[in-house]
C-alpha cells in the first residue's frame, strides 16, 4: 500500500467523528500544507499528494488508470497524444470578502470544468478534483481513440506489439469498437530501415513522439524526428543518419504501439506466449535489472526492468542481445577428461574424483585459482574455501576494464567485482593474477582451477604456459581454447541458466533468477564447486541448494550478514559503500530536479 | 434428511412366482432380438443400418452425404483466390488450442516476394492430428480466417511422424477458399 | 483291457475335449454376435485372415461373418503379455485359473455324446467315461472349480478380488445343495445314475419333460395309452418340471451367469475374481466358465431332453450301432446343447443381476425347501402304484402339513430388512 493512501484511509476514518468545529485545525486535511502535501479528490474520494506531482501521477496513486501514450515518467511531457483528458475542477472562488463555504466533509465544493484537461502535464492544486470517468472523460477517450485509429493498418495479427499494445488495450476498454472513417486511409512508409536494430513501420505510429524525446533527451543522440504535418506526420530519422545508437532497442520498448519493433525479436514469437522471469544483467558491473522472456526452454527477448537505483527504465543494446551467445551450439554438455590427449565425455562422479586428485596431491603452493569476476558471490564463496581447503592463497579473478559509455555501461566490465572483492577481503581482487601468470611461466605452479575465463583469450597467458601445467581444471559454458588443454572440463551454467546474487559496482546487491534449464548435463557452477570441495575436504558438507550456500556467505561474510535470498527482493539492496555512481542516474536526477521529468 | 419410507407393491400369488414375467421379459428380448436380425429396428432406416441393427458398416457405407455442413474434421489451412497463404502466423490458433496440437514457426516474407507487405507468414505450420481434438477453436480465433475444419474425417498413419500435418499437407486438405476477408487486397 | 477300447478312448477324449473347446469358442462367438443382435448391434463379423502382415496386398476375408473372432480371440490371449503383479501368493495365482478349467473339462466325460457305435463286436459307448455314477461324478468334479475361484482370490492379494472369491464360494456351495436335490426324483425316476443309460430310456419312454411317446406309440395313438402307469408318468411331470426349474437355475448359479454372475460383477467389484489377472491366465478363467456353461447345457440336456436322441420315436427307425447313425446323434447332441446356450444368453439379457442377499435368501430359503418338498413329492407319486390311493392321499396330506410348516419356519425365520436400518 502506498503511503499516501494510508494517510487517506486515516483521513477518512477520522473525518466522521470530526465534525465539530473544535476539532478542525486538528484535521489531517489542514496540515497538509504544512507536510507540503495538496488535497485532491480523485473520483470522489480525497487522498493527500505531495505538491507538484503531476495530476496523472495522482490518479496513479489513487490506483485509478488514466490511459496515455505519449507521457512517461522518464521523459518530458508534450502532451500530444490527448489520451490522457480528464475532467477538473476547482472550488469557485469567492466573491470578495466572502468566507469559503465549506461542506460537512469539511472540504469546499468543486466547480467543474466542462473542458476535459490532460493529466499528463497539468500538476495538482488545493482542493481540486479530477474525474477519470465519466460522461465527459469517456466520450472524449472515444474520440481520440477514433481520431488514433483513422490512419493505424490494423494489422494486429501481423504486428510483433500485439498482446502488448496500449492502443489494443485502450481500444477495447475506451474505444467505439467501430470507426465513422469514409475516407481513403493515408499509407505512409512500412517496414523502414532505420537502424541496426530498430524497424520503423509508421503506418501503425501515432505520433506520441516517445522515442523522439528518448533520443533527445536519455540518449542524447537526436536522430528522430517528425517531418510532415497533419495527418501526414510521421516520423523519420534524420536525412544521412541511422538510429544506430546502442540505446536504440529502449524506443522499441517504449513505443505504445508496433510502430518500432526489434528486428532481433521480430517475427520470432507472439509475446502471449512468453513467460517473464526477473532478473539482472551480467554483462557489466551495472547489473542493469531486466526481464528475460522465454518459452520452453528458449529466451526470445531481454528487457529492462525498472529501478531507480540502477538503471532507470533503460538497457544497452549491447547488453540485451548478449543472451544469444547462451543459445550457440558450442555449449558445453558433459563433463570431459582427457585421455591421451583427447577430450572424452565423462560422468560427473568420475570428473570431480579426476579433478580432486590432481589438486591434493600437489603442494598448497603449487596450486592456484584463476576465478572470474563474473561468478556469482555463492561460487566466489566456495571457490574461496576450495583455496582455504587446499591452503593455497594463490586466488585471483580476471580483470575486464573497458570504457564507460557515460550511461549505463560501466568500465568495469566484470559483474561481481564488488563482490569478489568483498568475499576475498581485499581492495583488489584481480592482484594475484600477474603472480599466478608468472608462477605458471616459471613452473612453479602446478595445478590450476579456472573459473568461467578463457585464460588465451582474456588473462594474457600464452598456449606454451598452459602446456607446462600438470593439471588443469576448467569450468566454462562453452567450448573455447583454455579448456581444450584442461585436463578435467566441467560444462557450467550461463547467467539466465541460475539463481544468483551479484553485488553491482555502486555496492547493491542484486539476484538473477532462472529462467531456462542448462542443456545437457550442465550443472551450477555453485554446484561443481561443491562437489568438488567434498572430495577435498572431508568434513565439508554440502548444502542441498544454492540458498544454504548463500547463508554461509552471509554468515561468514560480513557485508552480507543478515542477508537472505528472500529479503534482497526483486530492486535488490545496498550492502556496502564503493564510491562510484551511474552517469545516466546522475543525468536522470538532474533533468528531475530542473522539472523536465517526473522520474 | 428425512427418511421416506418406501412401500413395495403387493404382488399376487402368481405374480410372486415371477415366472409370468420373467417368461414375458424373455419373449420381449427374443421378439426385438429377431427384429433387430431382419433389420427392423427402431431407427434402422434413419441410421442407414446395414440390415443388421441400426449399425453402419463402416469403411464400405459412409455418412458423408449426411454429414452436417457445420461437421467438424480435420483443421486445414486456405489460401485466397489470389493463391496468397491467408495465415499470417498471428499463433491465436497456437495459442487457443487446447490440447496444444498446433505448433507455429512464424517467418517473414523476404522482400522480393510478390505478398511482401503482408511482411509475416509461417515458416511452419504443424498440427498434430494425434492431439487434435476437432473442437473448432482455431477456426474460429482466426483472424485472417486461414484455417478451417473440413469434412475430412479419415485421418490414418502408421507412424507419429505422420500424423502430424505438416504445412504442405494443410494446405494440400484445405485448398483454395474465396469470398472471405480481403484484408491484404490493394485497397488495403 | 481290449486294445480296441483304449484306442477309441483315447480317440473319444482327443475328439470331445476338441468339441468341448470348440464349443466354448462357439460360445464367444455366440455371445457376442447374439448380444449384439439383442443390442441391435452387429457384432464381430469381419474378422479376416491377416495376410497383410505377411506382406500379402490384402488380407483374406472368409465369407463367414467373423465365425474366426474366437480363433483371434485366443491368438491375442496367447500373444499378450502376461503380467503377474508384485503382491500377489505368486504359486496359488497360477495355479488358480488351472483348478477352474480342468473340472470344467472333466465333467465332459461322463456325459453321453452320442449313441454307442459298434465296431464289429465291440460296442463303443460315445461317452469318454460310461460311468455308473455319472451325476455324482460330474457335482463331485464340479464343486472342484469353487477352489479355482476362491484361490484366485485369495492368491491375488487385493481386495476385490477377495470378495469376489468369498462371493463366489458362497453362491457355488449354496446352490450345490439345490443342484443335487433337484435331480434325486429323476434318479428315482430311472432308478439309476448312469448317464447312458437315462438317455436310452428316454429315447424308448419319451424325454423326460416331453413324455409324447412311449413303447406304445405316439400321445395321440391308443398304444400309448395301453402302456402301464401312464397316469403316474404324466402326473410326474409336476415333480420333474419344478426339478427341471430348480436345476436350470442352479446350473446359472454354478456357472456365475447373469442373473447370478455377482462374483465378478463389475459395478461392485471391478472384474471380480480375476480382476489381477491378464493374458492365458485370464482367458483359462474365462475359458473355465463357459466350459462350465457348455457342461451345465450338456447336463440339463441329457436329463430332461433326451440326450443324443432325436426324439419322437425316429431313433428306432434307425439302425443301432451305424456308424452314421452315432455322427447323427452326436449332431442331434450338440444342436440341443447350443439352444441351450442361446438361451443362456437370452436370460442374461433379460434378466437383471440380483442382490447378493437376493441371491442367497433363492437359493437357501426357496429352492432348498422347494428341492427337499419336490423329493417326496417325486417318491409319492412313483410310490403310487404300490401304496394304493388311500396311501396316496395320505402320503399327500402329511406332505402337504409338512410344506406348510417348514415353510412357515422359514419365513419365520427370516428377518424382515428394516427400512430404517442404513
Known sequence: MHPVLNQRDRTMSEDAPASTATAEKKLPKDLAAENGMVNVQIDGHWIQVPRGT???????????????????????????????????????????????????????????????????????????????????????????????????????????????????????????????????????????????????????????????????????????????????????????????????????????????????????????????????????????????????NEIFRVTPRQNDEVNSAWMPDSHRLAFHSLQTEDRLTRPLIKKDDQHGESTWLEATSKAAEGLSMRQPNEVAIIASGRLSNEEL?????????????????????????????????????????????????????????????????????????????????????????????????????????????????????KRATYVNVTGRLQRANQAVIAPGEARDDWEILSALLGKLDKDYQAPA???????????????????????????????????VTIPLLEQEKARKESGIIVG | MAIIKVQRPKLSAGEKIYFGSIFKGMIITLRHAFRSLVGKSVGAKELNSSGVGITMQYPEQKWDEELPEYYRGTPALVTDELDRERCVSCQLCEFICPPKAIKITPGEIP?????????????????????????????????????????????????????????????EIGGKRVGLVNKWNDLK | MDITLLIAAAIKIGVFIGITMTFVSICVIFERRFSAIIQDRVGPNRTMIPLSILGFKKDFALPIGGLTQPVADGLKFILKEDFTPSY??????????????????????????????????????????????????????????????????????????????????????SYEIALGLSIIPILMFFGGLNLGHIVEEQVKNGWLLLPLWNEGGFIIGSGYWGQENVIQRLLLLIPLGISFVIFTTSIFAETNRMPFDLPECETELVGGYHTEYSSMKFALFFMGEYAAMVVGSALIVTLFFGGWSIGFGIDGLLPTGAWWVSLIHIGCFLTKVTVFILFFILVRWTIPRFRYDQLMNLGWIVFFEAALINVFLAALVIAYPSIGFMGFIVGFIILAIASVLLILIAKGTTKKPSATAV
Open chain 3, 88 to 173: 500377489v501368493r505368486t504359486v496359488f495365482f497360477w495355479l488358480a485359473p488351472v483348478f477352474v478349467v480342468v473340472p470344467a473339462l472333466l465333467t465332459m466325460a461322463v456325459v453321453p455324446f452320442g449313441s454307442p457305435m459298434e465296431f464289429g463286436d465291440t460296442v463303443i459307448p460315445m461317452a469318454v467315461a460310461d460311468l455308473n455314477v455319472g451325476p455324482l461324478f460330474i457335482f463331485a468334479i464340479a464343486s472342484l472349480s469353487v477352489y479355482g475361484i476362491t484361490l484366485a482370490g485369495w492368491a491375488s492379494n487385493s481386495k476385490y478380488p477377495f470378495f469376489g472369491g468369498v462371493r463366489a464360494c458362497a453362491q457355488m456351495i
Open chain 1, 54 to 296: 503531476r495530476m496523472i501521477e495522482a490518479a496513479k496513486m489513487a490506483e485509478k488508470e488514466v490511459p496515455h501514450y505519449c507521457y512517461h515518467p522518464k521523459l518530458s511531457s508534450p502532451g500530444n497524444c490527448r489520451m490522457c483528458l480528464v475532467q477538473m475542477g476547482m472550488p469557485p472562488r469567492p466573491a470578495p470578502g466572502a468566507d469559503p463555504e465549506y461542506g460537512d466533509d469539511g472540504y469546499q465544493e468543486i466547480g467543474w470544468m466542462p473542458r476535459p484537461v490532460i493529466a499528463c502535464a497539468n500538476t495538482v492544486a488545493e482542493n481540486m478534483g479530477i474525474r477519470t470517468t465519466g460522461e465527459l472523460v469517456e466520450d472524449t477517450r472515444k474520440g481520440v481513440m477514433e481520431f488514433l485509429l483513422i490512419n493505424h493498418p490494423l494489422d494486429c495479427p501481423i504486428c510483433d506489439q500485439a498482446g502488448e499494445c496500449k492502443l489494443q488495450e485502450f481500444s477495447v476498454e475506451h474505444g467505439s469498437g467501430q470507426s465513422r472513417f469514409q475516407e481513403t486511409k493515408i499509407k505512409k512508409p512500412k517496414n523502414v530501415d532505420i537502424g541496426k536494430n530498430i524497424r520503423l513501420d509508421d503506418e501503425r505510429c501515432i505520433m506520441c513522439s516517445r522515442c523522439i524525446r528518448f533520443m533527445d533527451e536519455v540518449a542524447e543522440e537526436s536522430v528522430l524526428g517528425f517531418s510532415q504535418r497533419g495527418t501526414h506526420t510521421s516520423v523519420t530519422v534524420h536525412p544521412g543518419h541511422r538510429l544506430d545508437n546502442n540505446y536504440s532497442l529502449n524506443t522499441a520498448d517504449i513505443c505504445p504501439v508496433g510502430a518500432l519493433t526489434s528486428n532481433d525479436f521480430r517475427f520470432q514469437m507472439r509475446v502471449w506466449f512468453l513467460k517473464e522471469t526477473k532478473s539482472i544483467d551480467t554483462n557489466c558491473g551495472t547489473g542493469a535489472n531486466t526481464v528475460i522472456w522465454t518459452r520452453g
Open chain 2, 111 to 171: 522482400s522480393s516476394d510478390e505478398w511482401a507487405k503482408v511482411e509475416k507468414r509461417p515458416q511452419a505450420f504443424d498440427i498434430d492430428m494425434i492431439r487434435c481434438i476437432y473442437c473448432g477453436m482455431c477456426e474460429e480465433v482466426c483472424p485472417e480466417q486461414a484455417i478451417y475444419l473440413r469434412p475430412d474425417y479419415v485421418v490414418t498413419g502408421t507412424t507419429r511422424k505422420e500424423m502430424v500435418h505438416d504445412k504442405d499437407r494443410l494446405y
Open chain 1, 545 to 579: 541448494s544454492m540458498d544454504g550456500v548463500f547463508n554461509a556467505l552471509a554468515k561468514e561474510v560480513s557485508a552480507f550478514n543478515d542477508q537472505t535470498f528472500g529479503s534482497i527482493g526483486d530492486l535488490g539492496v545496498s550492502i556496502t559503500e564503493t564510491g
Open chain 1, 381 to 497: 564463496f566456495l571457490t574461496q574455501k576450495i583455496a582455504q581447503s587446499i591452503g593455497t592463497d594463490l586466488v585471483s579473478i580476471v580483470p575486464r576494464k573497458g570504457e564507460s559509455d557515460g550511461k549505463l555501461v560501466s568500465a568495469d566490465r566484470n559483474p561481481n567485482t564488488t563482490g569478489a572483492n568483498l568475499i576475498f577481503g581485499t581492495d583488489e581482487a584481480c592482484a594475484k593474477l600477474d603472480a599466478i601468470r608468472e608462477g605458471v611461466i616459471a613452473g612453479r605452479i602446478k595445478s590450476l582451477i579456472v573459473l568461467q575465463e578463457d585464460l588465451l583469450a582474456e588473462a594474457g597467458f600464452k598456449k606454451e604456459d598452459l602446456e607446462k601445467l600438470d593439471h588443469l581444471v576448467v569450468t566454462h559454458t562453452h567450448a573455447n581454447s583454455t579448456a581444450a588443454q584442461a585436463n578435467v572440463v566441467f560444462p557450467g551454467t550461463g547467467f539466465a541458466e
